[in-house]
């Protein structure tokens, strides 16, 4: 949280973390906390947050959690879309874990995506269910 100058801590919206400025609450909460332990000597590192988005446009669920973008050609990007349904899906996945997704229209199952992201869940054993869009195998 320090700048480049050490007696100046910066958080939220003017602080980057590994090259992006991430602009959510929880975020800027989850700096201030760090920023503050440090302020009064305190030596704590901000590991990161995972960013989550969650709302309620039109009717429609939506929500964005973690990394949204592909990487390189270790990421697996799984995308399914239904018109009729009006519901949207975009998954990255890296070595059986879930790095990050975008939904929309698909209710409960933002919550379950975001814990699955958050607590790194190993997604290996619903790998193919999740190929074909059955997001419900991850709501327990």
């Known amino acids: ?38 302020a009064v000597g305190g030596s704590r590192r901000y590991g990161g947050t995972v960013p989550v988005t969650m709302l ?10 973690g990394r949204i973008e592909v990487r390189d050609d270790e990421d697996e990007l799984i995308v399914r879309e239904d018109e009729t349904a009006r519901t949207y899906m ?14 929309l229209g698909h209710g409960l199952a933002g919550t379950a995506i975001s814990t699955a992201v958050k607590d790194r869940h190993d997604v290996s ?12 195998v991850l709501i327990s």
């Open 90 to 103: 975009k998954l990255i996945v890296r070595d059986n874990y879930l790095e990050g997704a975008i939904l």
């Open 125 to 136: 054993q619903v790998l193919d269910q999740l190929r074909v869009g059955e997001l419900n």
């Open 56 to 65: 309620k446009v039109l009717g429609i669920d939506v929500m964005s959690c």
């Open 1 to 38: 949280m320090r700048t480049s100058d050490p007696a100046i801590l910066a958080v939220g919206d003017v602080a980057e973390y590994e090259g992006t400025v991430l602009g959510l609450w929880p975020t800027g909460v989850e700096q201030a906390e760090v920023a503050a332990e440090n």
